[in-house]
């Protein structure tokens, strides 16, 4: 059974940094590529960044140059390093993987960006 779990989201004012985390247990991490979305109220769920296997990285574009996407295959974890951050940025934030025959996903953790 794969179990994610989201860490690292709060309260933030806008121009600020935080440092989202997913921990994966299984034995799949390191064979899966990674992603993590977010859903704003009232909005659809988006993906915002992605990291296959190898490393190579994908992002939206709103958040290129913003946000980066890492991970530690060796504490079967996926970072999402968010700076500058806008108010538009509030949502939940999910990670994400695929394992045959479906899509994994965590609680999330919510991030607010707001003054």
């Known amino acids: 059974q794969v179990q994610l779990v989201e860490s690292g989201g709060g309260l933030v004012q806008p121009g600020g940094s935080l440092r989202l985390s997913c921990a994966a247990s299984?034995?799949?991490?390191?064979?899966?590529?990674m992603g993590w979305y977010r859903q704003a109220p009232g909005k659809q769920r988006e993906l915002v960044a992605h990291?296959?296997?190898?490393?190579?990285?994908n992002y939206v574009d709103s958040v290129k140059g913003r946000f980066t996407i890492s991970r530690d295959n060796a504490k079967n974890t996926v970072y999402l390093q968010m700076n500058s951050l806008k108010p538009e940025d509030t949502a939940v934030y999910y990670c994400?993987?695929?394992?045959?025959?479906?899509?994994?996903w965590g609680q999330g953790t919510q991030v607010t960006v707001s003054s």
């Open positions: 994400n993987t695929y394992i045959y025959p479906a899509f994994n």
């Open positions: 990291i296959t296997s190898g490393g190579i990285t």
């Open positions: 299984g034995t799949f991490f390191s064979r899966n590529a």
